[in-house]
């Protein structure tokens, strides 16, 4: 009984060990995506603006501390590109946390299990 | 527990303060942009603006604002466009009523932090301000017992019905003689699959003295049975819940264990009184093995009988429900045959098994009282009283069900009042057994109880009796644990009167119980069992209870007032107490 208490105890050790790896890597993603969506937010803010132009207005990029004028057009079309990529990356970044978050579910599953083995056992003992 | 709420409040308030500075971060780009947006509106009045212009980071020089209609406006992404001040002003309207939007929505979010984390913080306190106590009980014993209960009670059920049935039956709680040894015989069984308590041999052997008065001996290991059981009895009861229901109905010995199912059916509805039908239940079961007890065989078959019928009846309301697990388990063991008798006074006091849970133990008392008669003579041996809180007190001692126990004996008492309010009532009644003379009635004279007081907080209806098992609801309870023991023994008396005034019982059992046992182990436990059923808070004024007593049918009460009065103190928490008590008992 108590053998198996160890073991049991070791195993739920383990798994909860890892749970937590998962939580860290799962807020890691979390700040990622955090990033990301403010970037798309103010991409998307960027677009509207640029959409609102008419044709006549200069656009300038800033490239360091020079202003160099770009044509509107191709302003419009690298900030909707610029917004494709992120919008791909922030899909990436959700599936990744889903897999991270059904990982995680599996190890809490898992641990309830062992837990309930060791309050079984501790509770049995006799 | 409540470290973890705290923890939790604490990182609720975090967020909170978080979501704060976001908000206030937001609020001044939205100030900014309003302060840009006027220094534009300004900007084409005149052609040059005089001002003085900014150079390096410590000096400024008279300049001149010139082509002020032409402005880069930052888009962000590192695109700049140019712009008139007109346009300029529009684009950054657009960017203020976003920015606007932001500083909404984060202040929402703050706002909904903020109400959840007061929430959190209101729950950490009690109504009254107090702060909640959790009443954690250690598994470990209860568990097996319950374990143990259950397959004894399931075994006792047959057994037991067969045993305290024929014995409970028989006697029918009129027969604490026949019922206590049938009991006892049952009880032994019962108890032997449950924890091998000696308690059950030794509640047989109290059966055999105990009617007799041999009690006093037992006390000590029948307190740390009947601890254990009320433990025990509490679990099942939790776990049991509906089940009792069914077995309770069966009769007396199946009351016993399904006072523990009824128990643990109307558990449910009575915290409290689950835990003291658990208590009852286990000391039903534990109880019926013991509880064959003098009293409690009196009692069980009473009790369980009662307690049956009433769970039966009680089946409706929780209180009932309750205090027939608690009853039935009480009853069943026996040493619940407190609620028995009084079950049979009762009747319905079943009902109030439910409200018996904690009035399981007013069932005891009730027993003691109902049984009157039986009580009586009962009563007289104090190893029967013993037995009986013994019987329950170990029972409830050992779930811890103390209250359970008191449960049972007022529940007993409180028979009558198996509705759910008796369920309150009978923590009220339990104080001061002024309950009127029916049980079912003594709900109002339950609340009464002055001594008993069943704590505010306790005293709510299992609810408010559950979730406050609060440091003074609690109290009752390990008092009530104290008080099984005297409960037992009142209870037995109580039981005797059977279900006289069911609240009335109530107190005069424990009252009897005090008396009877005058301080025995087994009446301690009776009586904290009892005041933890019923949910009397530690603090109630003794005095109220000997007087409670006196008014008890058995006007044996002031003794259990005496008794419950070293109780009073005795029992700080339930939680240590049991502990004590289990690791005593271990």
């Given at each position: 009984m108590s053998v198996d208490h160890e073991n049991v105890r070791k195993a739920l050790q383990k798994e909860a060990d890892a749970y937590r790896g998962h939580q860290a890597e799962l807020s890691k993603l979390a700040t990622t995506k955090r990033d990301l969506t403010a970037r798309q937010q103010e991409t998307e803010t960027v677009l509207e603006e640029l959409k609102l132009l008419d044709d006549e207005a200069n656009v300038f990029k800033a490239v360091g501390p020079v202003l160099v004028k770009q044509d509107l057009m191709e302003a419009r079309t690298n900030v909707t590109n610029r917004l494709e990529f992120i919008k791909k990356d922030i899909e990436r970044l959700d599936n990744q946390i889903k897999g991270v978050e059904s990982k995680m579910l599996d190890r809490e599953r898992e641990i309830m299990k062992l837990q309930k083995k060791l309050q079984g056992a501790a509770g049995d003992p006799s | 527990m409540s470290q973890e709420l705290k923890a939790c409040l604490a990182a609720m308030q975090a967020a909170a303060r978080q979501r704060e500075a976001d908000v206030a971060a937001l609020q001044a780009s939205v100030d900014e942009v309003a302060r840009v947006q006027q220094l534009l509106a300004r900007l084409?009045?005149?052609?040059r603006h005089k001002a003085m212009v900014p150079f390096g980071k410590q000096a400024f020089f008279e300049g001149e604002l010139i082509h002020t209609n032409e402005t880069l406006v930052g888009l962000g992404c590192d695109l700049r466009l140019e712009a008139s001040a007109r346009q300029a002003a529009e684009v950054l309207a657009r960017r203020h009523a976003r920015a606007e939007a932001a500083a909404a929505a984060a202040r929402q979010q703050l706002g909904e932090l903020r109400a959840r984390a007061d929430e959190l913080a209101a729950t950490l306190s009690n109504d009254e301000g107090e702060d909640l106590v959790e009443?954690?009980?250690?598994?470990?014993e209860s568990e097996e017992l319950l374990a143990a209960a259950r397959g004894s009670a399931a075994a006792a059920a047959k057994p037991a019905p067969t045993h305290a049935g024929g014995a409970s039956e028989g006697?029918?709680?009129?027969d604490s003689s026949g019922a206590a040894e049938a009991a006892a015989a049952a009880a032994e069984a019962v108890v032997a699959g449950r924890d091998g308590e000696g308690s059950g041999a030794s509640a047989a052997a109290r059966n055999g003295d105990?009617?007799?008065?041999?009690?006093g001996k037992k006390n000590d290991d029948d307190d740390q049975r009947i601890f254990a059981r009320l433990e025990e009895l509490e679990r099942l009861e939790a776990e049991a819940g509906s089940e009792g229901e069914d077995e309770a109905s069966d009769g007396g010995g199946g009351g016993g264990g399904g006072g523990e199912d009824e128990g643990g059916v109307h558990r449910g509805s009575n915290r409290e009184m689950s835990a003291a039908a658990a208590a009852p239940a286990g000391a039903g079961r534990g109880g019926p093995g013991e509880g064959g007890g003098s009293d409690a065989g009196v009692s069980a078959p009473a009790g369980a009988a009662g307690h049956t019928g009433a769970a039966s009846g009680a089946a409706t309301s929780r209180g009932p429900a309750a205090s027939a697990p608690v009853a039935a388990p009480q009853d069943a063991v026996a040493s619940t045959a407190p609620a028995v008798p009084t079950a049979a006074l009762a009747a319905e006091a079943e009902g109030p098994v439910a409200?018996?849970?904690?009035?399981a133990t007013p069932l005891r008392k009730g027993f003691l009282l109902g049984g009157g008669g039986r009580g009586g003579a009962t009563r007289g041996t104090p190893a029967a009283q013993a037995r009986q809180p013994g019987g329950e007190a170990p029972v409830a001692a050992a779930t811890g069900a103390a209250g359970g126990g008191s449960g049972s004996g007022v529940g007993a008492s409180g028979g009558g009042e198996a509705s759910s309010s008796g369920r309150e009532a009978r923590r009220v009644s339990f104080a001061?057994?002024?309950?009127?003379?029916e049980e079912a009635g003594s709900g109002a004279g339950l609340q009464q109880g002055p001594g008993r007081a069943l704590g505010g907080p306790g005293r709510q209806q299992g609810g408010g009796i559950r979730p406050a098992m609060k440091q003074g609801s609690s109290a009752g309870e390990p008092v009530g644990q104290r008080g099984v023991g005297d409960r037992g023994a009142s209870a037995g008396l109580a039981g005797d009167g059977g279900g006289g005034g069911g609240g009335s019982l109530r107190h005069t059992a424990a009252r009897v119980a005090v008396l009877e046992d005058g301080g025995d182990a087994s009446m301690a436990m009776a009586r904290a069992r009892e005041e933890a059923f019923t949910g009397l808070v530690r603090e109630r004024p003794v005095d109220g209870d000997g007087e409670a007593a006196g008014s008890g049918a058995g006007g044996v009460g002031t003794s259990l007032s005496d008794a419950t009065n070293g109780e009073v103190t005795a029992a700080p928490k339930r939680v240590s107490k049991f502990k004590q008590q289990r690791q005593g008992a271990a």
């Open positions: - | 084409p009045d005149k052609v009443i954690r009980q250690e598994y470990e006697t029918s709680r009129e105990g009617r007799g008065g041999g009690e409200k018996a849970k904690p009035a001061d057994g002024s309950l009127p003379g």
